[in-house]
């Protein structure tokens, strides 16, 4: 999936990748508490996010994966495992990010799914999840 | 033997390959550095060395791939999911073609009719030639995984 945003790259990778700016977009919907997020933004290093549709922990989402590139304000590569039903193997997420214009032009790609009802949910997430994403770095 | 190919659509290798080998002995044949060097790229004049693999959740793996002219591909990756003896997840880049970016190997193997199915997803690709290509590599490879089981009494 492909998206514009009306801030720079260096400011969208920025708010992609910070720990204590993942919960302003992430699953941020009505009704959610915020994100619990831990990032070490390096070659192999590990990241964490958790999703929390209420205070009850046993709805809680748990995602986590692994950095494989990452390129200052251009690319990022990294796994991607979480418990969403038909989609709990590991997976691969790529997303770039390019000046376009006054703002940011950023590409997402996600796969490869094993199950239809795995690829709608996280193309449903991220479509939630790239709406934040938008106000968060679009907003002030 | 057989070979299917098919799958999700746009840039992915979709692939899988039924053996007369159980599936302890395809997933022995998948992971050890060892018997990796008898089938991986091992026909058409091509050589594997340097094949290295630490099975463990981030362990690196290594093969270098000599064509019969030319330059020496090396592959390199990290294991992610290592569930023996029937899922290995990986990611995978290789110096084939242009390849800049990092794609994701998943590995199925499960028991059918007294033998084996692997089943094998790699992706995703950032155009269509550089699946092809991978296509091309893994279909010969799986090719010669099946006569490495068929030949070899391990």
Redesign the interface.
Same mark, same amino acid.
């Given at each position: 999936m492909t998206s514009h945003l009306r801030a720079p790259p260096g400011k969208v990778f920025r708010t992609w990748t910070d720990a204590a700016l993942i919960p302003k977009w992430f699953m941020a919907v009505p009704g959610y508490l915020p994100a619990l997020a831990e990032v070490a933004l390096e070659e192999r290093g590990a990241w964490r996010i958790t999703v929390r549709p209420g205070d009850d922990e046993s709805q809680f989402s748990h995602f986590h994966g692994y950095f494989f590139a990452v390129e200052q304000g251009r690319l990022l590569e990294y796994s991607w495992r979480g418990d969403v039903l038909g989609a709990e193997h590991t997976t691969l997420v790529r997303v770039t990010f390019e000046e376009e214009g006054d703002g940011s032009l950023v590409r997402l790609t996600h796969g490869v799914f094993e199950t239809e009802a795995g690829r709608a949910a996280h193309a449903q997430g991220w479509n939630l999840c790239i709406e934040g994403l938008a106000r968060a770095v679009e907003g002030e | 033997m057989e070979i299917e190919t098919g799958g999700?659509d746009?840039p992915?290798v979709s692939l899988s390959a039924t053996f007369a080998a159980p599936v302890s002995r395809v997933w022995a044949a998948w992971t050890d550095p060892e018997q990796i060097a008898r089938w991986f790229f091992a026909s058409d004049g091509y050589s594997t060395n340097n094949v290295t693999s630490d099975l463990a959740e $981030?362990g690196r793996f290594t093969i270098d791939v000599r064509p019969p002219e030319g330059d020496v591909t090396e592959i390199r990756g990290?294991h992610?999911?290592v569930s023996p003896p029937d !899922?290995l997840?990986s %990611?995978w !880049?290789g110096t084939m073609s242009d390849e800049q970016?990092? %794609? $994701?190997v998943?590995v199925r193997i499960e028991p059918l009719d007294g033998g084996a199915r692997l089943s094998l997803?790699h992706?995703?690709f950032e155009c269509d030639s550089d699946r092809a290509l991978h296509e091309q590599a893994w279909l010969s490879s799986l090719q010669s995984l099946g006569n490495y089981l068929e030949t070899s009494s391990r």
């Open positions: - | 999700p746009g992915v $981030l990290f992610i999911e !899922r997840i %990611t !880049r970016y990092w %794609t $994701l998943d997803v992706g995703m």
